[in-house]
């Protein structure tokens, strides 16, 4: 609103204002009166200590099962990738192969080498977080 001295014009723009204020606060007693309403049809069930406690023992069952077939699952996979390093180190050293094809297998086996070691340390970082 312009800067106005107009008594008339300062009455209807706080009256508008007023109006404005009225028609927000009845819509929203008329929608927390319909909460209200949705609320009380909602029925509550209470539990009793004992049922609290034996859903909380549940679920952290279902924690401990879930965390130790995830943990068994990337152990497989550890233990999978060290049995293939040993058989690519087994391959390389009973076969004779010419300098190249030695240097290429001997890049594999570190490299697997490295990997083994970053799976051992993501599941051990892993197991002391869960």
Same mark, same amino acid.
């Given at each position: 609103?312009?800067?106005?001295?107009?008594?008339?014009?300062?009455? &209807?723009?706080?009256?508008?204002?007023?109006?404005?204020?009225?028609?927000?606060?009845?819509?929203?007693?008329?929608? +927390?009166?319909?909460?209200?309403?949705?609320? &009380?049809?909602?029925?509550?069930?209470? +539990?009793?200590?004992?049922?609290?406690?034996? &859903?909380?023992?549940?679920?952290?069952?279902?924690?401990?099962?879930?965390?130790?077939?995830?943990?068994?699952?990337?152990?497989?996979?550890?233990?999978?990738?060290?049995?293939?390093? &040993?058989? +690519?180190?087994?391959?390389?050293?009973?076969?004779?192969?010419?300098?190249?094809?030695?240097?290429?297998?001997?890049?594999?086996?570190?490299?697997?080498?490295?990997?083994?070691?970053?799976?051992?340390?993501?599941?051990?970082?892993?197991?002391?977080?869960?």
């Amino acid at each position: 609103m312009a800067k106005t001295n107009d008594f008339d014009l300062c009455k &209807q723009y706080v009256m508008n204002y007023i109006e404005n204020n009225k028609r927000q606060l009845n819509h929203c007693h008329f929608e +927390l009166t319909k909460q209200e309403q949705q609320f &009380q049809t909602c029925q509550i069930k209470e +539990l009793s200590f004992e049922q609290m406690e034996q &859903q909380l023992k549940e679920l952290v069952d279902r924690e401990r099962k879930y965390l130790s077939k995830r943990n068994n699952d990337k152990l497989i996979k550890f233990k999978d990738d060290i049995s293939q390093k &040993q058989r +690519l180190t087994t391959i390389s050293t009973s076969a004779l192969m010419n300098n190249q094809e030695n240097e290429y297998i001997n890049r594999l086996i570190t490299i697997r080498e490295k990997q083994a070691e970053i799976w051992k340390e993501q599941l051990m970082l892993e197991i002391r977080i869960h």
